[in-house]
């Protein structure tokens, strides 16, 4: 959608405006969670276990207790008392038991296993290092091969499968087209762990107001969600949880909602009835914080003689840890693989394991190993056909002219971009002209590499998941004129303060200067997932310029009023009021305030006294953002250092609201793209015990590690009102992927690189300039197979209608928990009908009955259009079987005879 | 084991005014300055020496506070992030550069930055580019890509310069 002109002439939309944050940010006086101080307040610190996996045998901790400066020592026996349902982002409760503080077993090296309060940190400290626990220690579940053999992480489950999507077998039809295609790639790549490593650690301070009242300062991504998720996860009332959080220090998903430690500190400060402060520390936040990614993935495609894509097939694992914020297959990564590439057939297996690490949590993109893999699957394949790299995505890709179109999971695209942004990229890059310099760099034994990758993102997604609203705005004009803007924004560095205000300014005709939003304190604003999901320019951005045209035309009738002129005739400019053909009757946006608020016999009929309006917008289900990026290394195949020489991103990110702000989230994205394919990894031992807990063995990109970007701004607006578009995870989903592919190309005289696992280290680069191990790691874990949950098995004899007639009690188990039915079946030679119950109602079908074996199909509408197929086998009194549930794979089945 | 004499007393100037307290002897500047003289602006990103968030300038030079305990810079004048801008707002050059440059998201890394470039840029010094962007090293920032870090510095080297050729 084209923005129409804003109520006045100034145009701040598009301009590279100072930030609003900067001055109080650059001068020392931002407000971050340790900044605060209150009354009575104390210091906890935690006791963590040493131990991957155990049990506790005992909490000794009357040494501590008699340190100075403590005031108490909480275990989990002590916190009890006050009961609470840790929840994932969607407000669910976790899959597996989960206490903020250890339950008599521990699940992770790090794991808060007492909570010491004390005068002081250091003091805090000092007692919490004289608490003698004593374990009775097991042998751990580490890495995503352990998961899958060694022995349930949680004693409450069977198996380490902590959620699961997909097929576990490949189907027939799939598998013939991988096997008849002239070209076929099978596709390994292993991403190492990764701490999302926020400059300002985790951390809270709670303090009881009354019986019900809670205040939190906490560092977090929304305190509109922190204070939903301490709501139902404490069973408080909401109206009793005041949560604020006015400058937070990066978060990139990790601080979604609070965890153990937070809500350890929270229910002690109900509990203590002072003042609690946690601060993580940097040592903590490493080792003992949420992490994200260690994913292994093997996609198997195949492509005719032209290069296009026939069919291909993804085996997808994520290790989830002990405690995952939510159990997680990650079947985003799927839904997303192939949505901007004409690709006919897809399936996939997508599992997420549990194991004796840190739990884990979202991190920017979290889904962006479909890029990494397709991406540099589509490089070793142009290589394998010998087409050119751009050629091949020129071939595949969805262009405009493609669209509308939907993706093989069904969303609908109607105008995605990455081919568009690949062609205006190639306008400013001379790929002949470096392919010259690149072959004439090898005769000097210099290897430079250049890598593509086009990517679309899913940003600015609402109404589909619970945490995922609209965005609230709601205005003001002061009665000085000046206006004031609450928002339901949250910024962890993203400058909504600033993006909002220029399109309040723009929309309204005034002063950027004269526009201060709020955000930051839950009682200011209304519901919003804050900064999850690439949302804020575009939904709140959108509820930002509904609102202020609402309160424009406020403006525009009272001043016609007054006037006695038409509404069409009246201009708001730089804050004065300007009526066409009458220049007497300007009058200052002041003037008309204070009218506004104080002389109601002044106001037109039935015109509501004061300048204010609110509006909640919600956006199309989804926004996509497109990019193509280009990136140019050298390779020193002396040391198998990686330079990069040249970035290039152009990005169709829509209606720009800020460059400079647009451009500092692609940049940071892409940083920390970069730390994931040369620096960065968090390595467990096989005790389980972490291996980087500094910032000298976690090593983070410095600013000599990462090149100055250019940008190609590619931008047509979106669908959503403003027409933006989210550019807040791009960076770190398309970074891998191009700069991998980059190195690759490099590599080329050395055979290249085939399946990798991330970082790609000096040793692991020296593994293919020399042919040799010389990382000691050279070949990637391969996604062995492994033991499957069983599949509906042979038939037994042939059993008669008594056998299966009647009703049943069924459960499933689906991704999203067990669902319990109800089936009524009533056989009829070869034909069965009946009935299913279930939450969602109850449906009638017909199917077929063979021997012992059921099968029926039903249509469903929830939570999406599916075609479930029933596939069930009776064996006496109870039942076995599976619903294929379309892509998403297999659900199981089991049941009892209830009834005749 | 005997017990230590854990309270000291210090006396150091911080952005121009006397400040006397008293510190354990394990106590960082780094905490003696936000705790005991409420200098929140001094940011603790690791507590150990590499993220460079910390950063302070005590008697000229610039310095890791979490690496520097209390009782050390006792008797020196130390400056924080709060004391460069003058007193009617107007931001010191570090500061107005790093602003127009979009130096910062999250904020958190950047009192040390600004402190470090301060440092550097004081006074009659001249640094070159190499010089400011070596130093910049020295500082971790999780959110920019140290894209407008780096115009910054140049734009501040490049000024140093123009101020040696006007001179």
Redesign the interface.
């Known amino acids: 959608m084209n923005l129409p002109l804003g109520t006045g002439a100034a145009r701040y939309i598009g301009q590279r405006v100072l930030r609003k944050e900067d001055p109080r940010l650059l001068t020392g006086r931002g407000q971050f969670v340790d900044d605060i101080t209150l009354p009575g307040m104390l210091h906890v610190a935690f006791v963590r276990s040493p131990v991957a996996r155990g049990r506790i045998l005992s909490i000794d901790t009357a040494e501590a207790r008699d340190m100075p400066g403590v005031h108490a020592i909480y275990t989990w026996d002590d916190l009890k008392v006050r009961p609470v349902q840790m929840l994932s982002f969607f407000f669910a409760p976790t899959e597996v038991p989960c206490t903020p503080l250890a339950d008599g077993r521990v699940a992770y090296v790090g794991e808060p296993v007492a909570l010491v309060i004390a005068d002081s940190r250091a003091e805090a400290e000092d007692a919490a290092s004289l608490v003698v626990v004593d374990y009775d220690e097991e042998d751990p579940v580490v890495t995503i091969a352990d998961a899958r053999h060694g022995p349930p992480v949680h004693p409450t489950t069977e198996h380490n499968i902590a959620a699961q999507m997909g097929d576990d077998e490949v189907d027939e039809d799939l598998a013939a087209a991988l096997a008849a295609a002239p070209y076929r790639v099978r596709h390994t790549v292993r991403h190492q762990r990764i701490s999302q490593a926020p400059m300002e650690t985790r951390g809270v301070l709670a303090t009881r107001d009354g019986p019900e009242e809670l205040t939190l300062y906490i560092t977090c991504q929304s305190p509109h969600l922190v204070a939903r998720w301490v709501s139902v996860a404490l069973g408080l009332p909401q109206s009793a949880i005041r949560v604020i959080a006015k400058d937070v220090g990066g978060s990139f998903g990790l601080k979604n909602h609070p965890w153990k430690e937070e809500t350890a500190v929270i229910v002690a400060a109900l509990l203590f009835g002072r003042p609690l402060k946690w601060i993580e520390d940097r040592y903590e936040a490493l080792t003992a914080s949420n992490q994200c990614r260690e994913q292994e993935m093997t996609l198997d495609v195949a492509f005719d003689s032209e290069g296009h894509l026939v069919a291909a097939h993804g085996d997808y694992s994520v290790n989830n840890g002990a405690y995952p914020q939510g159990a997680d297959a990650n079947v985003a990564v799927h839904i997303f693989m192939w949505a901007a590439y004409k690709l006919p057939a897809y399936a996939f297996l997508t599992r997420g394991w549990y194991s004796n690490t840190p739990g884990l949590a979202a991190y920017r993109g979290p889904w962006a190993l479909e890029s990494l893999i397709r991406e540099t699957a589509l490089d070793r394949a142009a290589r394998q056909i010998g087409i050119d790299p751009i050629e091949i995505r020129r071939r595949n890709l969805v262009r405009l002219a493609d669209q509308p179109r939907s993706t093989p999971f069904g969303m609908e695209l109607t105008d995605i971009t990455p081919a568009e942004c690949l062609e205006a990229l190639l306008r400013h890059f001379d790929v002949a002209a470096f392919r010259r310099e690149q072959a004439e760099a090898r005769t000097q034994g210099r290897y430079l590499g250049l890598g593509f990758a086009t990517y679309i993102e899913p940003t600015g997604s609402a109404g589909s998941m619970a945490p995922m609203t609209g965005e609230l705005a709601q205005l003001r004009i002061e009665p000085t004129g000046k206006v004031t803007a609450t928002m339901s924004t949250h910024s962890q560095g993203h400058g909504t303060a600033t993006t909002m205000a220029q399109l309040i300014a723009d929309r309204l005709g005034v002063a950027y200067e004269d526009v201060t939003v709020y955000e930051g304190d839950n009682t200011r604003g209304g519901f919003s997932p804050g900064a999850a999901g690439s949302r804020q320019g575009v939904i709140a951005g959108g509820a930002a310029i509904k609102a202020s045209d609402l309160l424009a035309d406020k403006v525009r009738t009272l001043a016609a009023h007054l006037s006695n002129a038409s509404i069409d005739s009246v201009r708001v400019e730089g804050g004065m009021i300007h009526v066409d053909g009458a220049p007497e009757m300007s009058r200052s946006l002041k003037e008309l305030a204070e009218i506004a608020y104080g002389e109601p016999g002044r106001l037109p009929p039935g015109f509501e006294a004061g300048l204010e309006a609110q509006y909640r917008y919600t956006p199309p289900p989804v926004t996509f953002t497109s990019a193509a990026h280009a990136c140019v290394v050298e390779v020193c195949a002396e040391t198998g250092f990686v330079k990069i020489l040249r970035w290039i991103s152009s990005e169709d990110c829509g209606t720009v609201i800020n460059p400079a702000v647009v451009e500092g989230q692609i940049a940071g994205g892409l940083a920390q793209g970069i730390g994931q394919v040369l620096l960065e990894d968090m390595p467990y031992d096989a005790r389980g015990n972490p291996k980087a807990a500094t910032f000298k063995d976690y090593l983070l990109p410095a600013i000599s590690d990462i090149p100055d970007f250019e940008y190609v701004h590619a931008n047509t607006p979106s669908q959503s009102v403003g027409g933006m578009r989210g550019v807040g995870e791009g960076g770190a989903i398309i970074g891998p992927p191009t700069l991998v592919n980059a190195i690759a190309d490099a590599l080329e005289p050395f055979g290249g690189l085939a399946d990798f696992a991330l970082p790609l280290t000096p040793s692991r680069i020296l593994d293919v300039v020399e042919g040799r191990n010389i990382s000691g790691d050279a070949a990637p874990a391969t996604t062995a197979p492994v033991a499957e949950p069983e599949a509906v098995t042979a038939a037994p004899a042939s059993v008669g209608p008594a056998q299966v007639d009647g009703t049943w009690q069924i459960v499933m188990s689906t991704p999203m928990g067990p669902q319990e039915m109800t089936a009524r079946f009533r056989s009829d030679g070869a034909a069965v009908s009946g009935e299913l119950e279930s939450a969602e109602g109850s449906q009638a079908f017909a199917g077929t009955l063979d021997g012992n074996r059921i099968r029926f199909d039903l249509s469903v509408e929830k939570p999406m259009k599916l075609t479930l197929k029933y596939d069930i086998l009776i064996d006496g009194d109870s039942l076995t079987g599976k619903a294929k549930m379309g892509m998403f794979g297999s659900a199981k089945l089991s049941g009892q005879r209830t009834g005749s | 084991m005997s017990e230590p004499a854990s309270e000291f007393r210090i006396d150091m100037t911080i952005n121009g005014r006397r400040h006397t307290g008293t510190a354990?002897a394990?106590?960082s500047l780094g905490d003696f300055l936000?705790g005991d003289a409420g200098?929140?602006?001094?940011?603790?990103?690791?507590?150990?020496g590499?993220?460079g968030?910390c950063t302070v300038i005590v008697d000229g030079r610039a310095v890791r506070s979490c690496l520097m305990l209390a009782v050390q810079a006792n008797g020196s004048t130390v400056t924080?992030?709060?004391g460069?801008?003058e007193p009617d707002?107007t931001?010191h050059p570090v500061?107005q550069a790093?602003?127009?440059e979009?130096a910062?998201?999250?904020?958190?890394?950047?009192?040390g930055v600004?402190m470090t470039l301060a440092a550097l840029t004081a006074g009659d010094a001249e640094p070159s580019e190499d010089e400011l962007?070596a130093a910049?090293?020295?500082?971790?920032?999780?959110?920019?890509?140290?894209?407008?870090?780096?115009r910054a510095a140049k734009k501040l080297a490049a000024a140093a310069r123009a101020t040696e050729g006007a001179a």
């Open positions: 354990e394990r106590t936000r200098y929140t602006g001094v940011h603790l990103g690791c507590e150990h590499v993220c968030a924080t992030v709060e460069l801008a707002g931001l500061q790093m602003r127009e979009h910062l998201q999250c904020g958190f890394c950047t009192p600004v962007l910049m090293s020295g500082h971790t920032c999780r959110c920019t890509g140290y894209q407008g870090i780096r």
